[in-house]
């Protein structure tokens, strides 16, 4: 079945380090969504993209989405310990949505 | 305020005993959408719906029952709840304004023994 696979599963960084996380679908999708989860909450949508190539800024995140559409990527500039949880992209190829596993952030001051 | 309301927020139960879980959006949104969160797993659909009356599959849909009579309201049903159910459940409501973008409720801890 479809599968949208997300790397890496964990990461530490510095506090002002950068960050990015990875998507790939193993289909084309309509369109990719990001999502933050902080800890012992629920998933807060980010960013929608929709065409190929894409490229979208909110502040300190770079959100892509490749030619394809079959992969995206988050980066994140100069983390902050505001930006600990855990980030999960999700593909639209119709009607459903298919999570990745997510990228837990921990940021160390 | 706009919210996804869910309840129970925490629930044990035994073997076999059914269950509901309720879900109620009041953003008018076509779209409810019911999903389990496991370590590891991250998060995976069992149930969709476009639309009152229209009700779809997800990628893990063995176990659970769904109904959508109302726009605003999606319960989950587990008709004969087993330990592999053991989860966190969200519900999640969204499409409007050419977004397909979900508002996820606060979800729902399930221990089942």
């Known amino acids: 079945g479809q599968q949208v696979m997300q790397i890496p599963q964990y990461q530490h960084v510095q506090e002002g380090e950068d960050f990015t996380t990875y998507c790939n679908s193993s289909t084309t999708l309509s369109n990719i969504q990001w999502y933050k989860q902080r800890p012992g909450g629920h998933p807060v949508f980010l960013i929608q993209?929709?065409?190929?190539?894409e490229v979208k800024k909110q502040k300190r995140l770079t959100f892509q989405f490749g030619e394809a559409k079959k992969n995206s990527s988050l980066h994140i500039t100069a983390t902050q310990t505001t930006d600990v949880g855990t980030y999960f992209c999700?593909?639209?190829?119709?009607?459903?949505?298919?999570f990745g596993t997510g990228t837990r952030l921990k940021v160390l001051a | 305020e706009a919210q996804v309301t869910q309840n129970p927020r925490y629930l044990i139960t035994v073997t076999g005993k059914k269950l509901t879980v309720t879900c109620s959006q009041n953003?008018?949104?076509?779209?409810m959408s019911w999903y389990r969160q496991d370590p590891g797993l991250g998060l995976r659909q069992i149930y969709y719906s476009m639309n009152v009356e229209v009700t779809d599959k997800g990628d893990v849909p063995e176990g659970y029952k769904v109904s959508r009579k109302e726009k605003r309201n999606f319960p989950l049903i587990l008709e004969s709840p087993s330990p592999n159910q053991t989860s966190l459940y969200f519900c999640a409501s969204g499409w409007a304004e050419n977004s397909y973008e979900q508002y996820f409720g606060p979800g729902t801890r399930l221990t089942v023994t």
């Open positions: 953003m008018n949104h076509e779209y």
């Open positions: 999700a593909g639209v190829p119709y009607y459903k949505y298919i």
């Open positions: 993209l929709v065409k190929s190539g």
